[in-house]
C-alpha cells in the first residue's frame, strides 16, 4: 500500500515541477493544474500518516482534499478557454462549504456532546454526499459550456482544443465514489478495512498520471466571450441582421474561406470585415446556426459539388474532404451523415 502512495506522491510532484517548467509564463489554468496536483500530493500524505498511524482520520482529512479537486477540475475547463480572466472570490467561495461543513460538524459536537455523535455523523455524510454530487454536476455543466464555446469559434477540432481527457478524469472520480458508496454497504466495517484506501489510491495515481501527461500537451484554446455590456449594446434590427446575413453569404459564396481548416470565428470576422460579436449575432439570430454548424455545412455542400466533378474522379472521398476544410476522417463522417442523412458511401451510390 505505502508503495502506492509513494508512486502517486512521486507522479504529482514530477508533473508539478514539469508544469512550472515548460508552461512559463503559466496562465491560470496551468496555475490550477499545480494546485489539483498538489491536493494530489497532499492527500496521499494524509494517507501515508494514516496507514503508518492506524489513524483513519488522517485519511478523512486527505480525501477533503481530493474532494476538492472535483470542484478544481471545472474551473481548470473554464479557464482553457476563458484566458483572460484572474481566479478571484467568486471562485474561492465555491470551495467554503467543504471547510464549513467540517468546522460545524466540529462545533455542534462538542457543543451536544458525544451522545449526538451517530446522528451528526449521518447528517455529516448525506451533506458531504450532496456537495461531492453539486461538484460533480458543476464539472459536466462547464464541459458542456465549453463545447458550446468551441462550436460557436472554432469550425474543426484540432487536438488542443479536445479536452475529452478532462471527461476520463471526472469520470474516474465518479467511479472512485460511486465504489466507496457500494463497498459501504456490502463491506462490514469498511472504514476500517484497506479497501477503502485501495480504491483510492489506483484511482488517484490513474488520474495523476492522465493529468500530467495531458496536462502538460494541453494548450489554452482561447474563444470570444463577449460581456453583457458588449452585448447589450449589439442587439441588432431586423435591417441590419438582414443586412449583415447577405454581406456574409455573399463572402463565404466567392471567397470560400470554409476550405481553411484552421478557420475561426476571429479569422472569419477580419476577412469580412464585421466585428465578432455582430458575426456571432448574425449566425445565431439570422442563420439560427453556431460557427460550427455554420461552417460545417458548406463544407459539406462543397464536398457534395467535388464529388460530381469530373476533374475529381481519380479522387479518393477523403482528399476532397481535406480538400474542403476537413481535418478528420472520423469528423467529416459524422458531419456529412448530419448534413445529408447518409454516409458518404451511401451519397455515392443514390
Not at 455545412?297 to 474522379?313: C, D, F, G, P
Request: hydrophobic share 45%; glycine share 6%; net charge positive.
Amino acid at each position: 500500500m505505502q508503495f502506492l502512495i509513494s508512486i502517486g506522491i512521486t507522479l504529482a510532484i514530477i508533473g508539478i515541477v514539469l508544469i512550472l517548467v515548460l508552461k512559463n509564463p503559466s496562465k491560470t489554468s496551468d496555475r490550477l493544474l499545480v494546485a489539483i496536483l498538489a491536493c494530489f500530493v497532499i492527500k496521499f500524505s494524509f494517507d501515508e500518516v494514516s496507514l503508518i498511524g492506524g489513524n483513519p482520520d488522517f485519511s478523512n482529512i486527505g480525501g477533503a482534499f481530493g474532494i476538492g479537486t472535483i470542484i478544481t477540475c471545472g474551473w481548470y475547463i473554464k479557464y482553457l478557454t476563458d484566458t483572460d480572466s484572474h481566479f478571484g472570490r467568486k471562485q474561492w467561495m465555491s470551495y467554503l462549504p467543504l471547510p464549513g461543513l467540517a468546522i460545524c460538524f466540529m462545533l455542534l459536537f462538542y457543543t451536544l456532546g458525544a451522545s449526538w455523535y451517530r446522528l451528526l455523523t449521518q447528517i455529516f455524510i448525506f451533506l458531504m454526499v450532496a456537495i461531492i454530487i453539486y461538484y460533480f454536476g458543476f464539472c459536466i455543466h462547464m464541459l458542456r459550456k465549453h463545447r458550446q464555446l468551441i462550436r460557436d469559434n472554432y469550425s474543426g477540432a484540432p487536438g488542443n482544443i479536445t479536452i475529452n481527457w478532462i471527461i476520463v478524469i471526472i469520470a474516474l472520480q465518479i467511479i472512485e465514489f460511486l465504489l466507496k458508496c457500494m463497498l459501504a454497504w456490502v463491506v462490514t466495517n469498511y472504514n476500517n478495512t484497506h479497501v477503502n484506501m485501495i480504491a483510492d489510491e489506483y484511482c488517484f495515481i490513474i488520474m495523476t498520471f492522465l493529468l500530467v501527461v495531458l496536462g502538460i500537451w494541453q494548450k489554452s484554446i482561447p474563444v470570444f466571450i463577449p460581456d453583457n455590456v458588449d452585448t447589450s449594446q449589439a442587439d441588432l434590427h431586423a435591417d441590419e441582421l438582414k443586412r449583415y446575413k447577405l454581406r456574409i453569404e455573399k463572402f463565404m459564396n466567392n471567397e470560400k474561406p470554409y476550405l481553411d481548416p484552421e478557420l475561426t470565428i476571429e479569422k472569419l470576422s477580419q476577412l469580412i470585415g464585421i466585428k465578432k460579436l455582430l458575426l456571432s449575432q448574425t449566425l445565431n439570430k439570422g442563420f439560427n446556426k453556431n460557427f460550427f454548424t455554420f461552417i460545417k455545412e458548406y463544407r459539406i455542400r462543397h464536398v457534395e459539388t467535388e464529388l460530381k466533378a469530373e476533374s475529381n474522379k481519380d479522387c479518393t472521398i477523403m482528399d476532397i474532404a481535406y480538400m474542403c476544410g476537413f481535418n478528420s476522417k472520423t469528423g467529416f463522417n459524422r458531419a456529412f451523415k448530419e448534413v445529408t442523412g447518409k454516409t458518404p458511401t451511401e451519397y455515392l451510390k443514390t
